[in-house]
Structure formats: C-alpha cells, structure tokens
C-alpha cells in the first residue's frame, strides 16, 4: 500500500517549522476539510437544532476543527505534537485543545461527548517507536477511554490509513473488544490513490442491534473480500489448537456431546456477539436443537 498523503507524522517530525508549513498548505487544508465533513455526515446526527460537543483526536492545528465550528459544532481536540497545538493556539481556534498521547487514553469526564472524530491519526498507535510502546495495550487504553467518555449510543468516526489489511483487523478488533459495535466503511474502494478508510463505532449496541451489517453493505465486493477477517468469529482455530490430536480424536471428542446449556443460552450468546461486531446467522427453528446421533 501506497504511503498516505496526509497522514500526520511522528511527534518528533513536527518541530515548529513543519508545523507552519503543514498548517498553510492549501491541498492539506482542502483534503482535511473534505475528510471531517465526510466524518460528520458518518455521524449521520438527527436534524434538530441541539448543541452538540464533539471530540476530535489527533487534531493538530485545528483545521479539522475549524471545519467542525463551520458546521455549528463544538469541539474539544487533542493531539501529541506540541508544535502543531501552539499553531492552532495562535490561529485563535475556537475548539478548546490540549496535549495528550491518545495511546495513553481519553483523559475526559465519562459520556460528555455527543460523538468522536479523528482524521489521519489512529493508525500511529500501531507504531512502536520505544520499547515500552505495545500497539495492543495502547489500542486498547485508546478505545476503552474513548468508549468512556462518550455518551451511550454516540458514535465515533475514525478516518485512518492501514497498513494492509492486518492492520485494519487490529484496529477495529481492538474496538469491538471493548463494547463498540460497528466496522469499516471504505469510500472508493476501487481506487489507490483516492481510497479512505472509516471506522465508524456506535458506543453500546443500540436495540440489540450491530450496525456492522449496514456497514459491510457499502463495501465494494473487493473491499468486503480483503477485510472480511475483521468479522469472523473471535475463537482462533480450532479449540485443540496446541493438543495435537489426530482428526479421528477431534471427532470421537464430539460424538456425542450433548451441550449442557441449552437453547436460551445458546441465543444470549450469539446476541452478544452480534452486539460486538459480528456476523451470526440468523436464528431458527433449528437454532439450538438436538442433532442425531451418528451413524
């Protein structure tokens, strides 16, 4: 995969001087404006006329942000680089903003923010710059915090650029774990250089039901195929994985088991899995009945 465009560097690569000129570039200005009004309408919020305060993560300079006060929101930013926040202070944004690591969380009261988002960032808490950096733990600290400080039933929309499909599955993996339900929407699918990726979130499953279905409608049957790892069923193998059993033992196991759980369990387990993300088979009347024994 092609390096982004846009995608903001390290902390260390903004130093004062690329900050200004990151800020002032007229093609970065066009693509961030494009890229949150594209988040915005992810967030698909009710026409009405109610304040609404938005979390913008990785916010730099604030031209995200000057885009969200353009369409009436308030908004709250936070991003690593001291740089790119002494910009946007100078620019007199109108969001509040303040330094913070996302890897490290959300330090934010919990469910004060009407929705969440994020363009070009979340793919650097897959980076370990240090030895003490973990993508996992940090993707995880990332999404439980941010799950927390938003209200129930808010959304989340995170433009990010994956490194390959692997990358994309440990993003959105790490987001369903922690409650959200929802998945990625890729816009020009077909397309190298105009391809954006969103990871749009609902924080809880609203009515018992995951979005991830609508989701996974938008996507180009290409784009379904390359990351439909991200939805499949969490138990990794097969659950002798590491006992080394032949085949004849894997199925002398099975003979005969009778699952001790019953039907009502059986349907509370795959509503919860449909309310973290994943696609289960609709239930019927053969959903938890008894097989035949074999022959």
């Known amino acids: 995969m092609s390096r982004p465009e846009i995608s903001a560097p390290p902390q260390e690569?903004?130093?004062?001087?690329e900050a200004h000129k990151y800020t002032s570039s007229s093609r970065v200005i066009e693509i961030q404006d494009r890229l949150t009004e594209r988040a915005v309408e992810?967030?698909?919020?009710?026409?009405?006329?109610?304040?609404?305060?938005?979390?913008?993560?990785?916010?730099?300079?604030?031209?995200s942000g000057d885009r969200l006060t353009e369409l009436g929101y308030s908004w709250i930013g936070m991003?690593?680089?001291?740089?790119m926040l002494q910009v946007a202070q100078d620019r007199t944004i109108e969001g509040g903003v303040i330094q913070y690591d996302m890897g490290h969380g959300c330090?934010?009261?919990?469910?004060i923010f009407d929705g969440c988002v994020s363009i070009s960032a979340v793919q650097w808490l897959c980076n370990a710059d240090h030895l003490q950096q973990e993508p996992r733990k940090r993707l995880n600290t990332f999404f439980s915090q941010l799950y927390r400080c938003l209200k129930r039933g808010a959304k989340a929309v995170l433009q990010f650029y994956p490194d390959g499909a692997k990358q994309a599955e440990l993003i959105t993996t790490a987001a369903l774990r922690v409650g959200f339900s929802g998945g990625l929407v890729v816009d020009y699918p077909n397309s190298t250089r105009?391809?954006?990726?969103?990871?749009?979130?609902?924080?809880?499953?609203?009515?018992?039901?995951?979005?991830?279905?609508?989701?996974?409608?938008r996507f180009e049957s290409s784009e379904a195929d390359a990351f439909k790892s991200v939805r499949v069923d969490?138990?990794?193998?097969?659950?002798?994985?590491?006992?080394k059993l032949s085949m004849g033992q894997r199925l002398k196991a099975h003979s005969g088991h009778k699952h001790p759980k019953g039907k009502a369990w059986i349907l509370k387990k795959k509503q919860q899995a449909r309310c973290r993300g994943q696609e289960i088979s609709q239930d019927s009347k053969y959903t938890g009945r008894k097989r035949k024994d074999r022959l």
């Open 13 to 17: 690569f903004y130093n004062d001087n």
């Open 42 to 63: 992810l967030l698909n919020f009710p026409k009405d006329d109610l304040p609404r305060l938005l979390l913008d993560v990785g916010c730099g300079s604030g031209l």
């Open 79 to 83: 991003d690593i680089s001291k740089s």
């Open 107 to 111: 330090p934010f009261r919990p469910g």
């Open 194 to 217: 105009a391809k954006k990726y969103f990871l749009v979130l609902v924080a809880g499953c609203l009515d018992g039901i995951s979005t991830s279905s609508t989701i996974l409608a």
């Open 234 to 243: 969490r138990r990794s193998k097969a659950s002798y994985e590491g006992k």
